[in-house]
């Protein structure tokens, strides 16, 4: 440890960059690694955003013959993968790791070590998954990358169906990078339970923190289940078990229980990280308190238990019977109750505040406005009726982008804004993030509003070409445009980023002035995170030092 | 608990009404869910219609909310710059308020979908209705109708205004059935027997296509269904019944050697002829609208091309190019075209 240097690298200091390469690949400390999770994931956001576009393409016309079937069906598959595992989960792990340990005022996460295996764990599996490109082709008709969706229904994912080898990159991926998410969750448990600074009780936690918390309680929780999926899949295909081999007596619908228990908590693992960004930013920016905290955490950890008994609303199509289906409508229907208070809660921060319209504000304020459209397409889908029209069709399409892009990627940027300062010392350009904002906003409801009217139309998912006379086209011609307003906003963040870290505007300590402990210590912060370590008496320590007049720990906050 | 159930019914009763509005006059999209041409598919239409309500209601109310706040919350000019608002730290009556409205509306739709659901998931076949048996292939669906001795393929013909009970199963991976028209998709998944019934209220063909990724050729697996009226009913299953035509003119007698000497037989089923399994059953192939589950309409010359390259017209389906000559292409089109 001595030969490490005790701070990270000053902007602008000129190192050879072998160095420089040593000192991230051999790091374990967690902003670091958080820094390079949130980077690989933004990577796999343009590679994941090329693919989906490319399918954009495809659609544009009835009866395209731009990109063929094979073609098509590894794009649906890896957009997806890459979506969840190689997007989503990094970047917000990534922020978690990064800002975990800042918040509770601890100098690392309780593991190091295991904080650096779980990053290049999860490397190792994106490349491995990405590998099936080079690695699967050999076979006769054998696809080069998986083509069996993200869902990876049994049996087409069996030998006789899939043959070749990218199934199995697609299995050995995904379960390496699982095994890193879960080092990451045991990380994340132990550090908030046991390194938390004097003071900071569990009911002080930011919210972020708490969010975090149940989060990696979710993935110790559902990724196992898919992982021994995994291993079962593995074993029918290499070692001749039948598990999900229907033509030796296999189970089909047992596969989709087991991906879905894992999928579905999967969809709160990905959507409470943003919750925690929002429940930061909008307080900040509008000046006030985060209305009703103890709710908020109550409602928190209410939908943790609600998210791991609604699997099977996947399923509705299924046939499970009346009972079993009526059963899961009323618990899918129960997530939106504490989903609902929260989003009150938000609203009720924002009232009568003095709302400060940041790039990050802004773009907090665009989740709140998509997620409510795509909770409210939600409830519609929980209804087993409307669902059994519905399910696998291009409405559902609409309604996961609406919470997942527009909600979780508004949310993502919204952190991004808010807490790059904190990473790098500099502030990204307001001006450009507005742009970005607006091209983002009318983007997604190009691209993802008329997929709602296309599925209630008839349009299935997964399609790589469609009839003339379905009165399709117009829909899809619609939300090929919006894909190009999303490129330019993505692209202009991109530059934003770049021109920013050379010469944005210095951020100070607290450019924000905001109330948790991140902003307490130097932007980027020191190796060990605080000089002293800090001693809190109330959820916003800081709001306590900027006004001793008037503490929260005066109203047992 | 009684109370609430009459008013769970008092709402989908009050829904009935707005179903009649035509949102997407037909015509727009002959496999609109809002088009529903028999009961299975208007049960569910009278829910969604109310769910679509309740929900653009609360999505209004959230949103202007969001809007009044936003627009209210603008940081007042000329003010101090170390003025913060008033802090607000909660309120346990408004929160609960936000708690117990979204509780009740929660279970009143949850009453309303128990009770859809009851109605329309039957688990055992209704009296007097007609036994088909679906199995999917990638990608294709073949009908069986037990009760008539009648096998066919890709098209379902089914009498007008009786209820139609479907048996589903699958031949290889999980497939689902779906005319957005006659009714919601149903799943179908080796090594089960899933159920789904359907009704058409008028004659005319009713389209829909394979809703469950099931391959390379998915996209190209679509449905009809010809609802006709008894009379017609009656006289196509007395056709389909009987053995499958002889050739009539020599170069068709050709077309049925190549069809017996070569692949063909062996995936194919032509009563008294072959009795392969893989591929639909060409026994009355002449009397379908189209080809290749739903790919191209079927004429002579559809019927020539298809069999000389099918991958030139669906993509990665199982059926391959035969590489016959151009006479016995002919020949065998001409016994094709026979099979009515």
Known sequence: ?557 | MVGVCAVSHLMLLATVSIDNLEVCTPGVSPTSIFHPAGPAATHLNDVIWLVVGVTAAIGVVVLTLLGVAIVKGRRPAGLSPGAEPTQVFGSNQVELAWTVVPTVIVFLLTLVTVRVIRDVDLTEMPDGALRVQVIGHQWWWEYRYPELGIVTANELVVPVGRKIWLELESADVSHSWWVPRLAGKRDVIPNYQTNTWFQADATGTYLGQCAEYCGTAHAGMLLRVDAIDAAAFEAWSTAQRSTAADPSSAVAMRGRAVFESLACASCHTVSGVSDGLFGPDLSHVASRATLGSGAIDFSEDNVRRWIDNPQAIKPGCNMPSLGLTPDELTAVVAYLMGLR
């Not at chain 1, 990094?90 to 990064?98: Q, R």
Request: aromatic content about 14%; overall charge neutral; proline content about 6%.
């Open chain 1, 1 to 557: 440890m001595t030969s490490l240097p005790a701070t990270p690298h000053r902007l602008g200091e000129r190192r050879p960059w072998t160095a420089v390469v040593h000192e991230w690949a051999t790091t374990v400390d967690h902003k670091r690694l958080g820094i390079m999770y949130v980077v690989t994931g933004m990577i796999f956001l343009v590679v994941a955003g090329l693919e989906g576009s490319a399918m954009r393409a495809q659609l544009t016309f009835a009866e395209n013959k731009l990109i063929s079937p094979e073609v098509f069906n590894q794009l649906f598959t890896m957009h997806g993968t890459t979506m969840v595992f190689l997007m989503g989960m990094p970047v917000l792990l990534g922020m978690a790791n990064f800002l975990v340990p800042l918040q509770i005022g601890a100098r690392d996460m309780a593991f190091p070590r295991l904080n650096a295996f779980g990053f290049w764990l999860f490397l190792l599996g994106s490349i491995l998954l990405y590998f099936s490109y080079l690695g699967a082709p050999g076979l006769d008709g054998a696809a080069a990358a998986p083509d069996v969706g993200w869902f990876a229904y049994a049996p087409l994912t069996e030998r006789p169906f899939s043959r070749g080898n990218s199934t199995d990159y697609w299995i050995l991926g995904i379960m390496v990078g699982g095994f890193g998410s879960m080092t990451t969750a045991i990380n994340l448990i132990a550090t908030t339970l046991c390194m938390r600074c004097p003071g900071m009780t569990l009911m002080r936690m930011p919210l972020l923190t708490w969010m975090m918390l149940v989060v990696a309680i979710l993935i110790l929780t559902a990724i196992p289940v898919l992982t021994a999926a995994q291993v079962m899949l593995l074993f029918d295909r290499s070692l001749g078990a039948h598990f999900f081999d229907t033509q030796n007596g296999g189970d089909a619908v047992f596969w989709q229980h087991l991906f879905w228990f894992f999928g579905h908590p999967e969809v709160y693992i990905l959507i409470l990280p943003g919750f925690g960004f929002i429940s930061e930013v909008i307080p900040v920016f509008s000046r006030k308190v985060i209305f009703g905290y103890p709710l908020m955490v109550a409602a928190t950890v209410a939908i943790m238990f609600i998210s791991l008994g609604v699997w099977a609303h996947h399923m509705f199509v299924v046939g499970l019977g009346p009972f079993l289906n009526s059963l899961f409508a009323a618990t899918t229907f129960l997530v939106s109750i504490p989903t609902g208070i929260k989003v009150f809660n938000w609203l009720a921060t924002l009232w009568g505040g003095h709302i400060r319209f940041t790039a990050s504000m802004m773009f907090a304020l665009g989740f709140l406005a998509m997620f409510v459209l795509g909770g409210l397409t939600g409830i519609m889908l929980a209804v087993v009726p409307f669902d059994w029209q519905l399910s696998d069709t291009y409405f559902v399409v609409g309604h996961f982008h609406y919470v997942l892009i527009g909600g979780l990627l508004n949310a993502i940027f919204a952190g991004l804004f808010f807490w790059f300062p904190k990473a790098t010392g500099r502030l990204l350009s307001e001006t450009l993030g507005k742009w970005s904002f607006w091209l983002l906003q009318i983007g997604f409801t190009l691209t993802f509003g008329p997929m709602h009217i296309s599925g209630i139309l008839g349009m299935p998912r997964r399609i790589a070409y469609y009839e003339p006379d379905r009165g399709w086209e117009i829909w899809n011609q619609i939300s090929s445009f919006g894909v190009i307003f999303q490129i330019l906003a993505v692209a202009l963040f991109a530059w934003n980023v770049i021109t920013s870290l050379r010469s944005g505007r210095r951020a100070g300590n607290d450019p924000w002035d905001a109330w948790t402990l991140e902003w307490a210590t130097t932007s980027p912060p020191p190796e060990h995170n605080f000089d002293t370590i800090p001693v809190v008496g109330s959820r916003r320590p800081l709001w306590d030092s900027k006004h001793p007049e008037d503490p929260d720990s005066s109203y047992g906050a």
